[in-house]
């Protein structure tokens, strides 16, 4: 299956960590910045870092690498602070190989094709319970692992805090289903300083994509407030 493999970096110089992770297993990757390559000193020698010239903004990235794609094909992608991976195994989820997980999303990829999906993610709870059916359809598909196909979709030049929200209730609606693999996942850190920045270094933007979100796509867009985050910060997605 032809694909490419994305790393998304920003400014974590030092302790980004997915490269890494990808250069102890020999898989060949690609690393986006945006006009910063030569201060990164954590990039595999099996990575390529390419400096994209793009404003700041994940979104900017992830439309650069959707034109490095010939039409019809996959890139999966993957945040910069790579932690462990997890299977599950007897109704709970153990630490595995990062390779395990990476070759579950790409052995989905041709069956992905065959049923018309253009999304694909992994479980994003690490909650056993939510994980009963190997394979879901309607959740989120989780921005921090996913992999999805070269069509004529791409990312909302002003959303740059729920790209994952974005590209989720975009594939649902146009084509009726993503696909999420339940059965593994890759755990990042979440809301660290630097990259898109805390809970609350994010909180206004946040806001503020929320409600281009909620106006694009008012019926399956819901804010719903969760603890510990900003009142009109999270959102759940409704088919």
């Known amino acids: 299956m032809n694909f490419k493999l994305f790393c998304m970096y920003y400014d974590r110089y030092e302790e980004a960590t997915t490269s890494l992770a990808l250069g102890d297993i020999k898989q060949n990757h690609i690393v986006l910045c945006h006009n910063n390559a030569n201060q990164f000193n954590c990039i595999s020698n099996y990575g390529e870092l390419i400096e994209t010239g793009?404003?700041?903004g994940i979104q900017n990235n992830f439309n650069y690498a959707l034109k490095m794609l010939e039409p019809g094909e996959w890139g999966i992608f993957l945040s910069d602070d790579y932690i462990v991976s997890k299977k599950l195994q007897d109704d709970n989820f153990i630490e595995c190989?990062?390779?395990?997980?990476?070759?579950?999303?790409i052995n989905l990829l041709a069956k992905c094709d065959q049923a018309g999906i253009n999304l694909l993610g992994l479980n994003s709870t690490g909650?056993?319970?939510y994980a009963k059916k190997k394979y879901g359809k309607y959740g989120l598909v989780d921005g921090r692992a996913f992999a999805i196909k070269k069509t004529g979709f791409v990312w909302h030049p002003d959303i740059s805090t729920c790209t994952d929200y974005y590209a989720t209730v975009y594939h649902l609606k146009k084509y009726g289903g993503n696909l999420i693999y339940n059965h593994a996942y890759?755990?990042?850190?979440?809301?660290?300083?630097?990259?898109?920045?805390?809970?609350?270094?994010?909180?206004d933007k946040k806001i503020a994509d929320i409600k281009i979100l909620k106006k694009l796509y008012p019926d399956?867009?819901?804010?719903?407030?969760?603890?510990?985050?900003?009142?009109?910060?999270?959102i759940v997605i409704k088919r």
Do not use: C, W
């Open 220 to 234: 399956n867009v819901i804010i719903r407030d969760k603890k510990g985050q900003p009142k009109n910060s999270h």
């Open 54 to 56: 793009e404003p700041t």
């Open 97 to 105: 190989n990062i390779k395990y997980v990476l070759d579950q999303l």
């Open 186 to 203: 890759m755990d990042f850190k979440r809301y660290e300083k630097k990259g898109l920045g805390t809970v609350l270094d994010r909180a």
């Open 127 to 129: 909650n056993p319970f």
